[in-house]
């Protein structure tokens, strides 16, 4: 058994963490901690029967743990991820603090200078379509942001293939609340999200853009521009992404399929629909996967990338526990909803 | 036109009363007052195009007002009631503050000492349906709470006719997130109220309980005990309590409609439906009705009595502008929607 | 491994049913009937990456098939279920064929004689938390109705102790759209749902106050008569009841709370709450889980029971599966969501 | 008073346009047709207390009636146009059969030839801020429909001052159900609509680019093209379009703020958001409004404009009362929600 802890359990990447930790069959939970719930049941915190003491992050006992998940609000991850690194256990960050790869890049989206830049060079992207060959021997696992990850892998083929005319795109994302986590804000009380759609944050703006330019530029092996509008739709989870791109004139719609099956032909959790068929939501929600359709616009150039996750599953806390899998050797789909 | 003043606009019904009192014709805002946001706009509390500039409650200019509304949190209304009511403006108050009639009562239910007795004697409760005759020359209107406009309205002419058989009713009330209020609560977080349903505060303990006892039981003659259940719903607006009671073994379906059409025949906002139809919240959204079904349970003597109102109008400030139009001897329908 | 059918994939239980199916550990597949998909794909009915053909009913294949779960319309289970008995298939029906243990109930409440009386006979109710020793030798499992698993397992313990001070109880439930079924119809039209809550067919008219005064009677040795009152909620999944019922003078809180724990102590899947929480639909959506609250109303005699189900898993499919394991003699809890 | 009949009652727009004409000063409605409800009561079509009887679409009497709205589905209005022009009544249509100008574009777009192309000549398109000239003379205007409303109110400012760098237009839009109508189909089935998001018919296949072609192309003076995805959000009302243009290099922040406010600032219905809000269906939804924002994208040229309506009011209804203000030499705002 693979023994786990969670820092930052009653957040909504935390609990959703716990849950599919807890159906694990090679996992035991070691801890769980909560600033806000330390000394309680994760019942007190969670309409749910587990009974499950959390504890404060200072008392976790990392002897005998394998591998800690850092669930804690960005740019809090440091100190913890460094201390379990140092004790020998090996860490999958679900924070955005590991997941760009320079210091100044880092400093540019963030506004402070990283605190541990050594880190920033160790720590690997963990997509597991991009990166499965480094992932099993990392000590420290980015897990990638929900924006990201439903546009770089709507992305991935036709970049990789050199198919983009423009080195721009524009990704017009809509997520579900439990995006914005689970602390208050008036924009996600209830009476104010219900019946309700909205935009935020569009341009250039969101920081989640430093990563779609870092890993399709490192895929084009040239930069690319992301211009980025997220939204704020009514519903618990899902992220849909609906993206532009301009592709060369010899691109055509039966060669741009074959890409995208051949790129995703073994992967697991990945698929192209059928074509006439568009991702929806309720493909993705509640389970690990990706649903992903390409389409030509018109046939003046652009193209319509449409796809879909669960923001807390592939977005985050699935995946990460696809990182898991992955760092010990286990069947990649082990504990995961196919 | 009349001069009216509203403290609390921010809340979701001090907004509703703005938005209702700026379409009414016979009104003119002297004044809104808000704690949070004091010296801006009510654009940038709610999404609406209004240039209207908020102050905060000490700067209100009571001069030349005919009429405040306070729509401030309970238990925070006296000193303000009090201040108008000296300077000759007439109050109509949407907080639980000057609804009870006994002092006694207010301490059992509210747990202290209530800070102005006297008022609590000259208040009259703003249910036009009960009080027409009293409220034109009421100074001080205590607007009723919006599960007891909904019970009352559909049990009145049960128990001002004495048909009850047993002095208990059973409430079983559904309200929308908006009854919560706009402050920020992990209950009322979209990811925690969405695609949920939970019950709160069953069985003899909400304080609007005090209310219906009241009411029910003047109506009654002898007292009436309320059990009482209310339920949250994922929707913002409306109130729609099933209510259960046992009738005398002589009451009839067809003497039993006679009594509701009798009662709502002249209400310009209560109706009761035709046999086979059920009230729905559809039925009120957005309007100032309530709703009214009533039938058999079975042939034992149980009856079921349904009633929807929208808990931000009939519930809440539809009701206060009712009542203000009744202080002012306009039609008692001018400005909201029938 | 099982080989196990499904008649009626591609309605919501149906479709459960799959999907708890395929993620089992020791069932395969042997078919999927589908009317008005047969000879598609699963993809084409469900926005799912499973390819699975359905068929025909009258094309499934029996051979080598240990169990058929039919979840076909009320009304149309019989043929199927006495052909695949015939050819020695056991049963598990999620239809309301087989409910009633007696034809003459069935005939008041659905208005037609029973085309097999012989089976109403021999059909197991497939309650586990009642009939766990009559379940594994059945041959036929009648799978109850999702309104009447959500009373029956809130009242079980106060019932069957015999502590009802009067043989009637009032539930008023409130259900997900998803209980009303895939067909079309206005009242589940998204606009006439959403943002809308109302009841339907309250009072005694409901067909699943048969199973309830069935069970319920069976359980205390004479009659009890059920008022049942259900409402439409906009969720998509899950059931909550508010049941209202008088006990006995001498019940108290820790005598009533000792019996429901002595009841459910042993349960894999009913949880009785901690005093002061009270069961939501969040507690229960997506698992197989019953979760429950009692406590008084008052001091006068009436207490209020609160119990949530997921209407597709414990109230359907769910449950199915928990019978499925008991019939074949897996852990009664195998695939499914404690 | 201005006598109107209504053709198509108990659709989503006709209803609409019933509450919105029987609260309005200054119309007394004739008539209201409806196919599948004729000889009944609005009440048993709507959850609603109006008395008002559906007559058939033949036997609606249009002596002495000023004005029809048509709110039929598309394709059906011909005839009923006609019969209502050649009696002298004034016909506002609310459906697609009369907004293309030329009948090739009809015949492009509905794959069908136009059955009165004489009365495409003639009638008007109904967008006020755009041909508040032309409508008041017309005998037939032909309503905008909703997402070309969002579209064009969205672009009118830059495209008419000459503003776009390239003669390509993205626009990503949101809409609520009741955009695709009272008819039953799975897709607007609640389950399958709630907690879901979804495009459809994204690219350039959806027929209102013939629309937004046909007026975006007249304010340029040469042709537009659109690219358009259409989504199905999971709300009752509301569109918002995010619309993505690329400017001439000249075009600055203060420019374009100052070119939209000199467009807007007499308009009673639009509204440019201060700079740093974005607008939200909350702005919009139950009124008559349309609120835009325009910001750049980055420093590439690209720039991103987002405009709110509600698709029932300024999307449909509410703009064909405003189109009947205009044509009775009435205030514009008479009768409608600022």
Partial sequence: MIRAGVYGATGYTGFELIEILMRHPRVSLAFATSRSYAGKQLSEAFPCPYDLRLVDAGQADLSGVD????????????????????????????SADFRLRHADEYRRWYGKDHEAPALLDEAVYGLPELYRDRIPSARLVANPGCYPTSVILGLLPLVRAGLLAEAQ???????GVSGAGRSLSLKTHFVE????????????SHRHIAEMEQELGALAGSPIHVIFSPHLL???????????????????????????????????????????????????????RCVVQVQQADERGTWIVTSAIDNLQKGASG??????NLLFGLPETLGLVL
Avoid: W
Wanted: glycine content about 6%; overall charge neutral.
């Fill in 319 to 324: 995946q990460a526990v696809q990182n898991m």
């Fill in 193 to 204: 999200a219900h019946e309700n759609f909205s935009p935020y944050n569009i341009g250039h």
């Fill in 234 to 288: 009514p519903v618990n989870r899902g992220i849909l992404s609906t993206i532009y791109v301009r592709l060369r004139e010899t691109a055509t719609i039966a060669a741009v399929r074959d890409l995208y099956q051949a790129a995703y032909a073994d992967e697991p959790f990945v698929h192209l629909l059928p074509q006439g068929q568009l991702p929806s939501l309720r493909h993705v929600v509640g389970t690990n």
């Fill in 67 to 94: 591998v800690v998940f850092c669930a804690l609000p960005h740019g809090a991850t440091v100190p913890t991820a460094a201390q379990a690194l140092e004790q020998g256990v090996r860490v999958i960050d679900l």
């Fill in 169 to 175: 795109i524009i990704a017009d994302s809509k997520s």
